[in-house]
């Protein structure tokens, strides 16, 4: 009995005491706080005075827009196709043209005679030089272009008979018409640099434009060598037709309108003015179609040859022309059948060209 008394009173001790250690576990740990120092006394600060309110804005006013200044091409710069077409000096060309109002220049007489001689296939160089010395000028164009370097004659040439034979009838009728050009086309004052140029360009297209052809079978190099120099002579009467129309007005177009202007009438102008000359039909053709953009197949050969020639006469004209840059592939090299060696022959004679210009000029 004593014994069951114990061992009950132990367990109960073993009891209380897992009860309490089970309790202890539960219980949260103790965190300990940081130490939080003592507050300093607060500093006072003077409270700063209120802003007075702002005074109103105004009322807003509307503004109108002024409206945006017509903008113009610069000087030299290109102008667009609607800007061209209703400037009122195009509008006045275009009456002119349409009317046959223009100042159109007459065809020395005796260049006349010198051309039909050279077309009669029974003239002779006595003959042709008995027509050529009624006119001093053209004679003396004759004895210069004979004299000048690009002919390089070993003694000089003071015989006009011994010099038509020297040039030969085809120069002898670039001539003529050369002297017709500067004396009755040539002639815008105040634009002698630009005219120049004009007449430099024609003289280089003329002397391809005789290379061109005589790689062509049927074109003759003395005709192709006319179209070639007068292809732009559309340009100087429109010029002197747009200083006629602006002359005494305050306000007058824009170089790239005037340029514009010429550029698009040019080809049509020219070939009226070699139809009033009298010369042939497929010079006139030439003339106004070498600027035309497509070459159709058939086209006349003339045209191929002018529009080639002015193409090659812009490229050589170009300081220290590249070869490498020549306008071979020109859509006019594959309407006349030029092979490349026969272009290349062509472009060969380009130092030769150059120098006849100048000796023209």
């Avoid at 009317?99 to 220049?105: S, T």
């Avoid at 003071?158 to 500067?182: H, I, N, Q, W």
Wanted: net charge negative; glycine share 6%; charged share 20%.
């Amino acid at each position: 009995m004593v014994l069951l008394i114990g061992a009950i009173s132990a367990a109960c001790l073993l009891g209380a005491y897992l009860t309490y250690v089970w309790l202890a576990k539960r219980r949260p740990e103790r965190v300990e706080t940081p130490a939080v120092p003592p507050l300093k006394a607060a500093t006072l600060t003077p409270p700063t005075a209120r802003p007075e309110p702002a005074a109103p804005l105004p009322a807003r006013t509307e503004v109108p827009e002024e409206p945006a200044p017509e903008r113009k091409p610069a000087p030299g710069s290109p102008a667009g196709p609607v800007a061209v077409a209703t400037h009122p000096l195009h509008a006045a060309l275009a009456r002119r043209i349409q009317a046959d109002d223009l100042r159109m220049p007459i065809l020395m007489k005796s260049a006349g005679a010198v051309l039909a001689n050279c077309s009669d296939p029974n003239c002779d160089a006595a003959r042709l030089s008995a027509q050529i010395e009624i006119d001093q000028a053209l004679t003396g164009h004759i004895l210069r272009i004979a004299n000048s370097a690009a002919y390089a004659p070993e003694e000089p040439v003071t015989s006009l008979g011994l010099a038509v034979m020297r040039l030969g009838f085809d120069t002898v009728k670039e001539v003529a018409v050369m002297v017709t050009m500067k004396e009755r086309v040539l002639r815008a004052k105040g634009l002698e640099k630009r005219v120049s140029e004009l007449w430099r360009h024609s003289a280089i297209a003329a002397g391809f434009a005789r290379e061109i052809a005589k790689a062509v079978r049927g074109i003759d190099p003395g005709t192709a060598s006319i179209c070639g120099l007068l292809h732009d002579m559309g340009k100087p009467v429109l010029l002197q037709a747009c200083l006629d129309l602006q002359k005494g007005r305050e306000r007058r177009a824009e170089p790239a309108i005037v340029d514009a202007c010429i550029d698009e009438f040019h080809t049509q102008v020219g070939g009226t003015l070699v139809r009033r000359w009298g010369l042939a039909e497929e010079v006139a053709a030439a003339v106004a179609g070498h600027h035309v953009h497509e070459l159709a197949e058939g086209a006349p050969p003339l045209v191929c040859v002018t529009q080639l020639a002015d193409a090659l006469a812009k490229w050589a004209d170009e300081p220290g022309c590249d070869p490498s840059e020549a306008p071979v592939d020109h859509p006019a090299v594959e309407a006349l059948g030029l092979t490349r060696q026969e272009v290349d022959a062509v472009l060969i004679q380009t130092p030769r060209i150059l120098k006849a210009a100048e000796a023209y000029g």
